[in-house]
């Protein structure tokens, strides 16, 4: 056997209203998640235990399925309570750190043909993995990204289980040795693989708009919400390349890397090539963020863990 799949982990996993070990999980091959992919998914950060963003996250998870035409299998309480279950059967050093609540519907099983079936019982898979925080000698000196034509469809606000785009995409930052491939349709920016993407300039943060054609990441709220508490300008629009490089700083943002600085791009410095006092400032507001919600016990909506 595989050497990867000998390190699959034996934990406990969700399927179809069934709790049962990762290892043993199965699907059947005509699930049009597998077939299509045909589905969407969801990753919550878990910290120490408790989840954080988590009503944003299970918004974003019926807007996905709406698009689908998939109703949701579950209501809110009953996803909390599933994820409850997951993250107390893990172990306790897993608990103690940072992991990600994976969640997956599929449209279900059904004779493989194009056209979307009525009636189907949709696919439901949870897990819990654990997540490498970044490292602090990384954040200090900021990453080096490379860029590429944003060639996924037209839909890219729906967080569909058809990554290839997406796989591809990070395939490109990989072989170059950097840490993402922040992409751009023409001339404008969209996204990085599996991050948001931000400039600074004169103190200002800016992303591209919220349309089809980016994945509206939670940290969208989120980081609106940090600079408006923090007193910085936040403005959505369309974002040109040659603003990209000539930003004062370069920002990621997604549920592993929380706010991420960017050195360079393409080999050329971003400002002054070190993260900025706009990231420092996000990243300590992001930090003060899970502090307060591990402070009160809860989760971050204020439901009891």
Request: glycine share 8%.
């Amino acid at each position: 056997m595989h050497p990867i799949i000998d390190a699959l982990p034996d934990s406990l996993c969700y399927l179809d209203g069934t709790y049962t070990q990762l290892r043993d999980a199965k699907v059947s091959v005509l699930d049009r998640g597998f077939i299509f992919g045909d589905g969407v998914y969801e990753v919550v950060p878990v910290y120490e235990g408790h989840l954080f963003c988590f009503e944003e996250h299970m918004a974003r998870l019926d807007r996905s399925l709406s698009e689908l035409q998939i109703t949701n299998p579950l209501k809110t309480a009953q996803w909390r309570a599933v994820a409850m279950q997951l993250i107390e059967a893990s172990s306790a050093a897993a608990r103690a750190g940072m992991q990600g609540l994976y969640i997956q519907v599929t449209r279900g099983v059904a004779p493989r043909e194009h056209a979307m079936p009525q009636g189907l019982k949709p696919t439901v898979f949870v897990m819990v993995n654990p997540m490498k925080p970044v490292p602090d000698a990384v954040r200090a000196k900021g990453v080096a990204c490379v860029s590429a034509h944003d060639f996924r469809w037209q839909k890219a606000h729906i967080k569909s289980t058809s990554l290839l785009g997406a796989v591809l995409a990070r395939q490109i930052s990989v072989e170059a040795g950097a840490a993402e491939t922040i992409m751009f349709r023409g001339d404008w920016l969209s996204e990085a693989s599996s991050s948001n993407v931000w400039i600074v300039k004169q103190g200002e943060v800016i992303g591209p708009p919220k349309d089809e054609l980016v994945l509206a990441g939670i940290r969208y709220g989120l980081i609106e919400r940090l600079c408006a508490e923090a007193g910085i300008p936040f403005t959505l629009r369309r974002v040109a390349r040659e603003e990209v490089f000539a930003a004062d700083e370069l920002l990621l943002s997604s549920a592993s890397k929380e706010v991420l600085p960017v050195a360079t791009l393409d080999g050329r410095t971003i400002g002054n090539g070190l993260p900025g006092p706009i990231y420092q400032t996000l990243f300590a507001a992001y930090q003060q963020a899970k502090e307060d919600a591990k402070a009160r016990g809860t989760q971050d909506n204020g439901v009891t863990a």
